[in-house]
């Protein structure tokens, strides 16, 4: 893990440089409008272009309103939008571009640009509700064509609020980010990101992530704050010859009706070398961490050290897929957790929230953490260290569907080309760690508390090689006296060490 650290101190000197800028230009200077009526996409566009063509520079936004549809950043122009200043979609769905290149809409977009940003204590305004219900109506009167998932436009149809792609030393700071139509910050392939001290406040509508990283290398992200209805901080890799690498993650507070800390879905390429630290979580529906290789990419040398999260629905999963893998082996390995504590209500996280998370099917006992492989495809070495989950216990044996039986433990399906998302086995034979298909997994003062009696047991093992478990301690009322042997349960396993 040493080359890790040594790769995160040179992403924090490389990134925390910038660049230099010539000059600073006020949007007005160019007739830019914030009257919050005018809508000024042309005006800001000329003035990007006529900045990127005279060495570079700031294009300033003072206090008002401005209307805008998408507008191309070009090399070397930051957009910095002072405190009171807005940058507001028109909510007019053909004011924006579908890009041909990559096939999304969005309000500020760059591509194969050098030295661009995004900065200032003010805000860019989605108006994601309106626009995207504006598209949802446009497509049911037959002027746009879409397909209407859900009663709803696909999400590629539905603005962001930023796509980069292909872009070299790029700076997002300060600035707020609210009310997207469909994701919200997505950059794609770009190298060199700095994404630090912004806010989040993205649940208006479906699809809301908080940020995306597909296929980047060299990303630092901190010192942010997201209220997300999907993923909070969410990598993703869309092509199977890219990789998602070289990436510190640190001080950051997020809430979301999916996942905290995600690692996929779409996962072809894969993911390796990070270090996210210090990160806190709450209201989360879903996961607070959770890595994915679904799709035949690489988890690989991945630190996680310091999350805590509360009334989330639950606390770490890991899991190998084959979905869309054409035939590419997945393989995740080399993983380190610590310093966790996570609270799993036994109630929905994220209730109340404009746009919650499914409502699964009931009646179901509340899930447990996962390390789930497949056959043929183990997770190996993960090392989980200092940890403390506490979960609600109390589950019903009349929920049930399955039981420590040779037979039920079988019957538990393998799901390869399911979504891999922590309840998706509904039923499980464990209130604290399911573990199945994995090789060199370590457990190291871990604390596992279930504030009711469960009848399940704390860890269920599957096909699982070479663990150990030391000082652990697992808790829950009614087996005080057990053995902790009692509460570790394995099958077809093999050299299991428990201390």
């Not at 640009?113 to 049911?140: H, L, S, W």
């Not at 492989?373 to 049930?400: K, Q, R, S």
Request: overall charge negative; proline content about 5%.
């Amino acid at each position: 893990m040493r080359k890790i650290q040594w790769i995160i101190t040179g992403l924090l000197v490389c990134l925390s440089t910038g660049f230099a800028l010539a000059k600073d230009y006020d949007a007005h200077t160019f007739g830019v409008r914030g009257d919050g009526i005018t809508v000024n996409t042309a005006s800001i566009q000329y003035a990007i272009d006529y900045i990127s063509g005279h060495g570079g520079g700031r294009l300033v936004f003072t206090v008002g309103t401005y209307r805008t549809g998408s507008i191309y950043l070009k090399s070397d122009v930051t957009l910095h939008i002072e405190p009171g200043a807005t940058l507001m979609s028109t909510t007019n769905p053909f004011d924006f571009v579908k890009d041909k290149d990559v096939n999304w809409m969005a309000m500020i977009f760059a591509k194969h640009q050098t030295n661009v940003g995004i900065t200032g204590k003010g805000v860019i305004d989605g108006r994601g509700f309106e626009t995207a219900n504006n598209m949802t109506n446009y497509i049911q009167r037959g002027v746009f064509a879409d397909s209407l998932l859900w009663d709803r436009a696909r999400e590629p149809n539905r603005p962001q609020n930023i796509y980069f792609r292909e872009c070299k030393n790029v700076t997002i700071k300060d600035i707020t980010l609210k009310d997207p139509a469909g994701w919200n910050q997505t950059y794609d392939q770009c190298v060199n990101i700095l994404v630090d001290g912004i806010k989040v406040d993205a649940k208006s509508y479906w699809n809301n992530d908080g940020i995306d990283i597909v296929d980047c290398d060299s990303v630092v992200i901190r010192n942010s704050y997201f209220d997300a209805a999907d993923d909070v901080i969410c990598f993703k890799s869309h092509d199977a010859t890219k990789i998602c690498q070289n990436i510190l993650v640190e001080n950051c507070v997020g809430r979301s009706s999916a996942n905290g800390l995600k690692f996929g879905t779409v996962s072809r390429g894969g993911f390796k070398n990070v270090v996210a630290r210090n990160l806190t979580f709450f209201d989360t529906y879903r996961s607070a961490i959770t890595f994915a290789a679904a799709d035949g990419g690489t988890v690989e040398n991945i630190v996680v050290d310091g999350v805590r999260a509360v009334n989330t629905g639950n606390a770490i999963y890991l899991r190998i897929a084959d979905r869309w893998s054409k035939g590419k082996q997945p393989v995740m390995k080399d993983i380190i957790i610590k310093n966790v504590y996570v609270e799993i209500p036994a109630g929905k996280p994220d209730a109340g929230y404009p746009y919650e998370g499914p409502v699964e099917d009931l009646p179901r006992n509340i899930s447990p953490s996962g390390i789930v492989g497949l056959p043929g495809h183990p997770i190996e070495n993960v090392t989980l260290e200092n940890i403390e989950l506490v979960y609600p216990g109390g589950g019903d044996p009349f929920y049930a569907k399955v039981g420590l039986t040779p037979e039920e433990l079988d019957g538990i399906p393998e799901m390869p080309q399911s979504y891999p998302e922590f309840s998706q086995f509904k039923e499980l034979p464990a209130w604290g760690f399911y573990i199945r298909h994995a090789d060199g997994i370590k457990f190291k003062n871990v604390i596992l508390r279930a504030e009711k009696k469960d009848y399940r047991a704390a860890i269920v093992l599957d096909d699982v090689k070479n663990a150990s478990f030391s000082e652990m301690k697992i808790e829950e009322p009614g087996k005080e006296k057990d053995d902790l042997k009692d509460k570790i349960f394995p099958y077809k396993s093999e050299n299991i060490s428990i201390k």
